[in-house]
């Protein structure tokens, strides 16, 4: 029995067009945010700066593990609350094992390796599923007093109390 053309077609591009970290992998990862206090503001920007998501806690962030071509997604995780001291959490993508397995293919495995899977971000994979951050109260009277810098006050002999003038010493 002869498949059909339009089959025969379909399966070439199909196997020509993935690899193996791409067939068996995410494009995007699901993270779960959350924070104690709750209604903290998330903020997550990309290893270029650039800000991929805005919003509040408890989240669900969808994430690519891919930042480029051969390059993994590195992010950075800010949470923060008035009154609370900010939070910066760093994720970044792993190598994905089933990267390896275009080895399998042979020569179609060698575009998934240099190509497809480095293209797609596939190559990588995001391990962390859930970010659980307790924030600090934010002390402002320790804060303060940390900052003060110690002044020299220099005073008059005749308006100083009387208490401290019974403490004088003569410099001679």
Known sequence: ??????????????????SCASIVSKAVYPITIDSEPRNARITITNRRGIE????????????????????????????????YVTKRIPISA????WYFGNFLFGYLGLLGILVIDPASGAMYRINDVAVMETLEVENKTAAAGSQQVPQLKIYDI???????????????
Do not use: C
């Not at 593990?65 to 590195?74: H, L, N, S, T």
């Open 1 to 18: 029995m002869l498949f059909p053309t339009k089959t025969l077609l379909l399966v070439s591009l199909i196997t020509l067009t993935t």
């Open 158 to 172: 005749n308006e100083i109390p009387v208490a401290w003038k019974n403490k004088l010493v003569a410099i001679q």
């Open 94 to 97: 792993k190598l994905n094992g």
């Open 52 to 83: 991929v998501f805005d919003g509040h806690t408890p989240a669900l962030v969808k994430l690519k593990p891919g930042g480029g071509f051969f390059q993994r997604a590195i992010y950075d995780i800010e949470i923060s609350k008035v009154g």
